[in-house]
Structure formats: structure tokens, C-alpha cells
């Protein structure tokens, strides 16, 4: 008999099992040149994360992925021109841990659609790797 595996696994030295290929890995190769910058990030522009399986690619803050779902382009940074809403009421423990944003001279009608989405992708981002670099600092408060 033969083992085969799905695509993203290579089958191991046992060649009863199979194994995760990590696409993200400097030593990952499609055939081409071993260690080069395309093949160690397998297309991605920017970060490239290892799935079993399978990847996918992230972009920086700042960034966002095209439609490639490989290529990350610089949000577009809107030009304020209205002052901001008043500030909303917080309870103390929403004060003493929350993070405020305001952005200035930026009107409502503005604040929409694919500006909406930009400003919500690189706020979880940002607070994503700030949590993967700091851990013990962030939890889950319950609602």
C-alpha cells in the first residue's frame, strides 16, 4: 500500500503519517529558489502565518490586503475636517483599561463605508500584536 496526503502535508519519513508543511518556513520550497524572500513568506508581502494545511497572509499597521488576500497596500488616510463627537461616558473599569481614539475633523457621513472598515482592520491588528507581544496585559472582560 502507498499513503498519500491533502495538499499542505507531506507524508513523513515513516511514510505512515503525514505532516504539517509549514509554508511560512525560510526552508519551504515550490521549486523555487530555497530561502528567498517569496518562497520563505510563499507570496505573502508582508507576514505570512502557518495554518496546518494551509497559510494566510497579514499586512502591518498601516496596511491592508488586496484582493490577492497576498499583497498588502497602504490604507488611504482620510483628510479630517470636523471636530469630534463628544466624548461618551465610561464606567471605571472601562476608563482605567480602555484605549480612546478620536478622530478629529472627520465627519460622521465621512466615517463610512471603506474608511469605517480600514480604521476597525488596523485597530484589531494593532491591538492583536500588542497582545501577542504583551499577554499578561490583555484578557477578555465578560459584557
Same mark, same amino acid.
Given at each position: *500500500?502507498? %499513503? &498519500? /496526503?491533502?495538499?499542505? !502535508?507531506? $507524508?513523513?519519513?515513516?511514510?505512515? =503519517? @503525514?505532516?504539517? #508543511?509549514?509554508?511560512?518556513?525560510?526552508?519551504?520550497?515550490?521549486?523555487?529558489?530555497?530561502?528567498?524572500?517569496?518562497?520563505?513568506?510563499?507570496?505573502?508581502?508582508?507576514?505570512?502565518?502557518?495554518?496546518?494545511?494551509? *497559510?494566510? %497572509? &497579514? /499586512?502591518?499597521?498601516? !496596511?491592508? $490586503?488586496?484582493?490577492?488576500?497576498? =499583497? @498588502?497596500?497602504? #490604507?488611504?488616510?482620510?483628510?479630517?475636517?470636523?471636530?469630534?463627537?463628544?466624548?461618551?461616558?465610561?464606567?471605571?473599569?472601562?476608563?482605567?483599561?480602555?484605549?480612546?481614539?478620536?478622530?478629529?475633523?472627520?465627519?460622521?457621513?465621512?466615517?463610512?463605508?471603506?474608511?469605517?472598515?480600514?480604521?476597525?482592520?488596523?485597530?484589531?491588528?494593532?491591538?492583536?500584536?500588542?497582545?501577542?507581544?504583551?499577554?499578561?496585559?490583555?484578557?477578555?472582560?465578560?459584557?
Amino acid at each position: *500500500f502507498t %499513503c &498519500e /496526503c491533502n495538499d499542505g !502535508y507531506l $507524508l513523513h519519513s515513516n511514510g505512515t =503519517t @503525514c505532516k504539517d #508543511i509549514d509554508e511560512c518556513n525560510n526552508d519551504f520550497t515550490d521549486g523555487s529558489a530555497v530561502g528567498s524572500a517569496e518562497v520563505s513568506q510563499n507570496g505573502c508581502s508582508q507576514i505570512c502565518v502557518n495554518t496546518n494545511g494551509s *497559510f494566510y %497572509c &497579514e /499586512c502591518s499597521i498601516d !496596511y491592508q $490586503l488586496s484582493d490577492d488576500l497576498m =499583497t @498588502c497596500v497602504v #490604507i488611504p488616510v482620510p483628510s479630517p475636517s470636523v471636530s469630534p463627537p463628544p466624548s461618551p461616558v465610561f464606567s471605571k473599569v472601562e476608563h482605567e483599561n480602555a484605549v480612546i481614539v478620536t478622530l478629529s475633523n472627520l465627519t460622521e457621513e465621512q466615517f463610512t463605508g471603506e474608511i469605517q472598515n480600514a480604521f476597525r482592520n488596523i485597530t484589531a491588528l494593532a491591538i492583536n500584536m500588542y497582545c501577542r507581544q504583551n499577554p499578561d496585559e490583555c484578557s477578555i472582560i465578560p459584557d
